[in-house]
């Protein structure tokens, strides 16, 4: 055990950079010691092992089957020695300097606005940069620091961290439901005032999931359709008619009552495709320190789950 104490980072470091290089003298020149030294740390090394750890030769050293097993070892080790070292360097600093955020339009007026204050404060060194736009952006050519965004995440070039999981809901006013012919499934929706939104694609079908829980799709019209979700909400809530929208736009009419919920025993969407609520930033090992810092308060914000959230 006394032996086994005795095998140092720099220990590690010095076998791991002669497995890698696979010469003592080339290993001597980079550290700047003399190549017997390095040659007597790996022989203190095994005689603290028990074990052959190289296999030496005139042309090269070569590492035993024991050599690669505590090579790989030393290699995490050393990885966790380094994060350890570099997370307690950036606890000794303040998140600084200007943070570039991009993102969707209306979620940015709804849950991102409202909390940069508490950002400012909580960071009073930190600038903050807020671009709105429904756009796609790519963070590699527009200098952006962190996206939020809403949708699929299927870049293997960018991180992500996820919030929460979009949850849909068909909604209307107390107005309109008083009014408005019963609703039992999701085909009596066709009798009703359907206010849709209409992207670059064409109008949003709505899907409900049926009885053997394979979605269905359905094509409703109104009296209005908007490429504005903010206008389709609005209208909902003066009793125009129904909506089916993400609970991060709508769960605090729901909450409220000002929306109701309906048909709410059908599941309901107007994507078939996995939808994440999520912070994304170019891929790197460690994202700056401002970066982490304004993706942690949102996390904290959020909550698990999140805020917006109905039931």
């Given amino acids: 055990m006394e032996d086994l104490q005795q095998i140092t980072i720099r220990t590690m470091r010095l076998f791991v950079a002669i497995v890698e290089l696979g010469n003592f003298s080339e290993v001597a020149r980079r550290e700047g010691i003399a190549a017997s030294s390095v040659s007597r740390v790996v022989q203190q090394l ?5 074990t052959q750890l190289l296999y030496r030769n005139t042309r090269a050293v070569v590492p035993t089957e024991a050599g690669r097993l505590f090579a790989r070892y030393a290699r995490s080790m050393l990885d966790q020695m380094n994060e350890a070292q570099w997370e307690l360097q950036q606890q000794e600093h303040e998140p600084s300097g200007l943070v570039r955020l991009n993102a969707p339009v209306v979620f940015g007026q709804r849950h991102i606005a409202p909390w ?4 400012g404060e909580r960071f009073p ?7 709105q736009t429904d756009e796609f952006i790519d963070p590699h050519r527009d200098a952006t ?3 939020f965004r809403i949708g699929v995440l299927n870049s293997s070039t960018l991180h992500a961290r996820v919030f929460a999981t979009p949850q849909y809901h068909l909604a209307a006013s107390p107005a309109y439901l008083a009014h408005a012919p019963a609703l039992t499934q999701p085909a ?4 009703h005032n359907c206010l849709v939104y209409r992207g670059f694609t064409g109008p949003q079908r709505w899907f409900f999931l049926d009885s053997d829980q394979r979605w269905q799709p359905h094509t409703f019209s109104g009296s209005l359709t908007s490429n504005n979700a903010e206008t389709l909400v609005s209208a909902a809530l003066n009793g125009m008619g129904m909506v089916v929208f993400p609970d991060w736009l709508i769960g605090d009419a729901l909450k409220n009552g000002t929306l109701v919920p309906v048909l709410p025993q059908f599941a309901v969407s107007t994507t078939l ?5 999520a ?4 891929n790197a090992r460690r994202p700056p320190l401002k970066v982490r810092a304004v993706i942690d308060f949102f996390v904290e914000k959020y909550g698990s789950p999140a805020y917006w ?3």
């Fill in 279 to 282: 912070a994304i930033y170019p």
């Fill in 309 to 311: 959230q109905y039931r």
């Fill in 145 to 147: 620091d962190l996206l």
């Fill in 116 to 119: 940069l204050a508490e950002l």
């Fill in 188 to 191: 009596d929706l066709y009798q």
């Fill in 125 to 131: 060194q930190l600038n903050i940069e807020l671009m």
């Fill in 46 to 50: 095994e005689s603290a092992l028990q």
């Fill in 273 to 277: 495709e996995p939808q994440a609520i």
